[in-house]
């Protein structure tokens, strides 16, 4: 029953992202100069450097990692501050809070179907020409899978982390501002702009505490088998470190945003 | 009867704008405050991957730590007029789709500069100073001699770097006249000038030429400093490069006014 | 300067749409689809508005009357046909012909946002270049006319919904333009705001002789400023004439209002005099029960143009 309603809202999530049919090539091909950059930059890196291996990453490994964090990072884009302060800006958002289905809820669902079109049209293909390109340097077993239920996982701890920052605006007008810190934090914490293994130990250690790993770190180390995800010890450890965080999380999240609801009912908006 | 409106009416009317928007801002300090800390912050990430990179790295095509901290610095400064006076290009997807933005064509003045002068970021001063202080660390520690051509070189040709990225992002924001869902075109060029920092000497041979003539990122750093940074072997494009800029310019803000006058303006 | 504001002749605008599937399934068909239509917003138009009129443009909504207004104001190119907007081509001399008209678009400020009014007024008159005498003596004007004061010192972000479109019409008179367009003004607006609107508009243009060209589905707005009124519907002119020759313009109606001894409601019939005689449907009336009560009302403007809409030109 309540199950269909989200299914309704995530395929018209999907259709709404087929609409703009122009924009979905634009931004495929946008993507791929985004990659040909990182692609040179590497190149010259690694060909100053003289070594085939730095820090346990070949040449291959690194454009494999960035690439394929370059495709989920348009694939877990999600614009949910900005909807947020728009909201909030034209008063909408008393309504929001009078729906039956929560903010929250609605904002998932209907982003899932975004994410499932831009999983389908964008990391797909992206991940097609990496393997056909790399000729076999992604293995091809299990680890496929492991790395989609790690996928899901991300998408959780990222949605948290958007609505924790969203939830920010009901106190601030400030929204460039939230959320630009929140988008340097995430690029540079999570490994999206340089491979987390290239961080010094001590930094490593540090973030390897810290939430924006799991949204794009994990899911890739998973699915390279690499940092120990090829046991089953190591997986469960990954696992275990996203789901710890979708849970702490999500109910810091619950636990803000109705600090921050009580608020606005109070004030008055 | 018809009024001219010259340069020293625009210039005058922007000025006028400018002061009340300050003034209106100086009413939301928190919002100010906080984009201040985040506008550093985006300077401070940028600066740690990039030592980071280095860390591992000494030298990239033969560009050790100063010369590169000269093109990072290079870049910064030439960033901060399109972060300044042409922010308002991320409203202007919104607003069309909205139907807003047909107030801006009820007015007796060009359409491009009434919309670029509702908004002055002052948040791009802090990355101004960021980009200050990393070019003037760099210029010392590979010694550039400070003469009064050197400066007046480095003003002019930072001043061209700054038209390239503004064109960029102009053409950017105008696609959104004619592609829906284009909103992630003017992410992705924003993100492409953190390329701008790297010599253009990594690109092959076509792609360098894609990267100077097509998105020209290589003329907001790398071009426009070999001039200072080796002036022995100055390259003809370096020269050229206050030309091409205007050029380039100018090209964006026709697309954009083409953008105005195709639009249907059907959003309502 | 000629007698005309406003000339079109035969004025036509198409626009090309895609033609959309419905569902899942035509949304990934669509991805694909170069399947275009065009849609003829407005058809044929032909108008002439003296200076000094107030004009009510009405029609349905996706009439075409936005439309038609976007291309008075310079915004859209016509696809085919003639206009002249004091005697410039709109979209051509798109800033000259800004200097000379005024615009309020509904529900959307043209004001800055976070200024106060008064400083908006400042600026306008920068951008308009409006001498500071003629400036002062508009604003003489406004306060003779409404009282601005609560207004003038706010920002538009803090004002009421009646407020801000107050604003947006004294700033759409301030540079003093030969033509102003007012899109739905008294929409959302209570009904004392409403009247002192209407009241500010008809004010400045007796003051100012300013052309007025008012859309709008209040009817109130009509019967209150307008004279001659101009509908168009499906892109078409259907009706230009005064609002009185409105009210015969399908027939000679009225309303007969009778209440029988059966019942204490009024019960309403609509008759056409010139097809049927009022005496035979009250003796039609009277054959079945006894009328306590009769009264004869014209019609009203609401009620013609309802009926306008409805059947489309007959």
Redesign the interface.
């Known amino acids: 029953m309540t199950i269909r309603k989200y299914i309704a809202l995530m ?1 018209a999530g ?2 709404e ?8 090539a ?2 495929l091909f ?2 791929l ?2 990659l ?2 990182v692609y ?2 590497w ?7 003289g070594v085939d291996v ?2 346990g990453m070949t040449f291959n490994d690194t454009m494999i990692y960035l690439i394929l964090a370059t495709a989920l990072f ?1 694939f877990l ?1 999600m614009f949910v501050v900005w909807d947020m302060s ?1 909201s909030i800006q034209s008063g909408k958002i008393i309504l929001d809070l009078l729906k039956p289905m929560s903010f929250r809820t609605y904002t998932f669902w209907s982003y899932s179907g975004s994410h499932v079109a831009q999983f389908v049209l964008a990391f797909i293909p992206t991940f097609i020409v990496v393997m056909i390109v790399t000729k076999g340097a992604i293995p091809m077993g299990l680890n496929l899978l492991w790395f989609l239920i790690s996928v899901v996982f991300a998408l959780v701890v990222n949605f948290s982390i958007e609505i924790l920052v969203a939830t920010i605006c009901l106190y ?3 929204t ?6 929140k ?3 995430v ?2 914490l999570s490994g999206a ?2 491979p987390l293994a ?3 130990d001590s930094i490593r250690t540090v973030i390897s505490w810290l939430p924006f790993r799991a949204i794009y770190d994990i899911p890739l180390q998973v699915l390279l088998e690499k940092g120990g995800s090829d046991t089953w010890l190591g997986l469960a450890k990954m696992y275990g470190m996203q789901l710890g965080w979708c849970v702490i999380l999500y109910i810091a999240g619950i636990l803000f945003w109705n600090h921050a609801v009580k608020r606005i009912t109070v004030n008055g908006g | 009867m018809s009024k001219k409106r010259g340069l020293k009416f625009y210039l005058s009317i922007y000025r006028k704008i400018l002061v009340q928007d300050l003034k209106s801002k100086m009413s939301y300090r928190a919002d100010f405050v906080i984009s201040t800390i985040g506008m550093i912050m985006t300077n401070l990430a940028g600066f740690v991957t990039f030592i980071v990179l280095f860390h591992n790295f000494p030298t990239i095509n033969g560009w050790d730590l100063n010369h590169m901290l000269f093109l990072y610095g290079f870049s910064l400064i030439a960033l901060t007029p399109v972060q300044c006076f042409f922010d308002n290009n991320w409203n202007l997807r919104s607003m069309v789709y909205s139907g807003d933005f047909i107030k801006y064509c009820f007015r007796p003045v060009n359409v491009f500069f009434y919309f670029m002068s509702e908004v002055f970021d002052v948040k791009g001063l802090g990355q101004f100073a960021f980009g200050i202080a990393t070019l003037v660390y760099a210029w010392a520690k590979i010694g550039i001699p400070v003469t009064f051509i050197t400066v007046a070189q480095a003003v002019l040709f930072l001043l061209t770097a700054s038209l390239f990225m503004i064109a960029m992002m102009n053409v950017a924001a105008a696609t959104c006249f004619w592609i829906q869902g284009s909103g992630y075109v003017m992410v992705i060029m924003f993100r492409f000038k953190d390329f701008a920092k790297y010599p253009a000497s990594i690109f092959n041979e076509v792609f360098k030429a894609i990267f100077t003539f097509v998105i020209p990122i290589a003329f907001v750093a790398y071009y426009p400093s070999l001039v200072l940074l080796q002036p022995d072997e100055v390259p003809l494009l370096t020269w050229l490069s206050p030309l091409i800029g205007l050029v380039f310019f100018f090209l964006s803000y026709a697309v954009w006014m083409l953008g105005v006058r195709k639009y249907d303006f059907t959003g309502s | 300067m000629s007698q005309e504001a406003i000339v079109m002749e035969n004025l036509c605008k198409d626009f090309k749409v895609l033609n959309r599937h419905e569902g899942l399934k035509g949304s990934i068909r669509d991805l694909f689809s170069r399947d275009y239509k065009t849609i003829s917003a407005v058809k044929d138009v032909t108008v002439t508005v003296n200076r000094g009129e107030i004009v009510g443009y009405l029609g349905p909504n996706g009439a075409g009357k936005s439309t038609t207004i976007k291309m008075m104001t310079g915004v859209l190119e016509p696809t085919s046909g003639k206009i002249l907007v004091n005697g410039l081509v709109p979209y051509k001399d798109r800033t000259k012909n800004c200097e000379n008209i005024g615009v309020v678009f509904g529900q959307r400020s043209q004001l800055w946002w976070s200024l106060p009014l008064i400083e908006s007024f400042k600026l306008l008159r920068d951008l308009y270049m409006v001498p500071q005498k003629d400036y002062e003596e508009m604003i003489e004007l406004y306060r003779s006319l409404v009282d601005i004061e609560p207004v003038l010192h706010k920002t538009v972000r803090q004002m009421s919904l009646g407020q801000r479109t107050l604003s947006d019409i004294l700033a759409a008179f301030l540079h003093n333009p030969g033509i102003v367009f007012l899109d739905e003004p008294t929409i959302g607006l209570d009904v004392s705001m409403k009247s002192k609107i209407r009241d500010l508009i008809l004010g400045l243009n007796r003051e100012k002789k300013t052309t007025v060209i008012l859309t709008t589905h209040d009817m109130g707005d009509v019967d209150a400023l307008c004279k001659r009124i101009i509908i168009i519907d499906k892109g078409r002119r259907i009706y230009d004439n005064d609002i009185e020759h409105l009210k015969s313009y399908f027939g000679s109606y009225r309303t007969l209002r009778v209440r029988l001894d059966n019942k204490d409601e009024w019960e309403e019939t609509l008759i056409d005099e010139k097809t049927t005689d009022v005496m035979t449907v009250i003796t039609e009336y009277q054959k079945s029960h006894k009328v306590k009560d009769i009264q004869l009302q014209e019609i009203s403007t609401e009620e013609v143009i309802k009926k306008l809409y409805e059947g489309g030109t007959k």
């Open positions: 395929r999907i259709m992202s087929l609409h703009f049919r122009l924009g979905t634009v931004t946008a993507n100069i985004y040909v950059l040179f930059l190149k010259a890196v690694y060909a100053s450097s730095v820090n348009n884009e728009r601030t007008e400030s460039w501002g939230v959320n630009i810190v988008e340097t934090i690029l540079v702009s340089i290239f961080f010094p």
